[in-house]
């Protein structure tokens, strides 16, 4: 019976957290060179604005074309662009960015099935650890800009809210893009939320519901502090 159990373990698909349990000590070292690998790339940026977005939006889309647009207009300001350096709308703010002479950089991870980096970036960094990843993002983005998208969006955009609300990190704009997609999603946090007094009114505000990509642009140039 013994003998199943351990063939039973032995057959589980081995995931990245089960792994600390091997050699934690020397996993330490991984993650302290992906923040030291990170904090040394990133730190020259400047007005640096993080784009999230599907990964599954290709150029047909109008999404895409207006996530590109919104980067270009972003570089000609003088922005950077931060992605996450996959595919989608990722690749159209860097695509829109670079096309500029931007600043476009992409923090790629490291996923089962592998995301490949795309070809618009000025930089491209990888990550094996979404929270080292998640940090460069929050500590050298002046604004969070999302664009539809699925769960890892929703995780970037709750994240920020969440750290802003507690005070964790500076206060920052936070854009959501595209009111069609978006709407369902503020209409229950207003209602079922706000309504039953979990937030308040002040935490809700954090979030910004802008469409139009020389909207976004003028409303970062007066609000998004370097």
Do not use: C
Not at 195 to 211: A, M, R, V, Y
């Amino acid at each position: 019976m013994q003998e199943e159990r351990v063939a039973m373990v032995e057959k589980l698909p081995q995931y990245l957290i089960d792994d600390w349990k091997i050699q934690d000590s020397w996993r330490l070292f991984r993650i302290m060179s992906e923040f030291v690998e990170g904090f040394e790339m990133l730190s020259r940026l400047e007005r640096a604005v993080a784009i999230f977005g599907s990964s599954r939006i290709g150029p047909e889309h109008e999404t895409y074309k207006k996530t590109e647009e919104l980067a270009r207009l972003l570089a000609r300001e003088g922005f950077a662009v931060i992605t996450g350096g996959g595919p989608g709308l990722m690749e159209a703010a860097n695509k829109g960015a670079l096309s500029e002479q931007g600043v476009s950089v992409g923090l790629n991870i490291e996923l089962p099935h592998e995301q490949l980096p795309n070809p618009y970036t000025s930089f491209q960094l990888g990550f094996r650890y979404f929270f080292v990843r998640k940090v460069m993002f929050v500590k050298y983005a002046v604004a969070y800009v999302i664009m539809p998208g699925g769960f890892g969006t929703l995780d970037e955009f709750t994240e920020a809210i969440t750290l802003i609300q507690t005070h964790k990190i500076r206060p920052f704009p936070v854009i959501l893009v595209g009111s069609a997609y978006w709407r369902g999603l503020l209409e229950w946090m207003n209602d079922s939320l706000l309504g039953s007094g979990i937030i308040t009114q002040e935490d809700l505000s954090i979030i910004q519901l802008i469409d139009e990509p020389s909207e976004i642009v003028a409303y970062l140039k007066d609000k998004a502090i370097v």
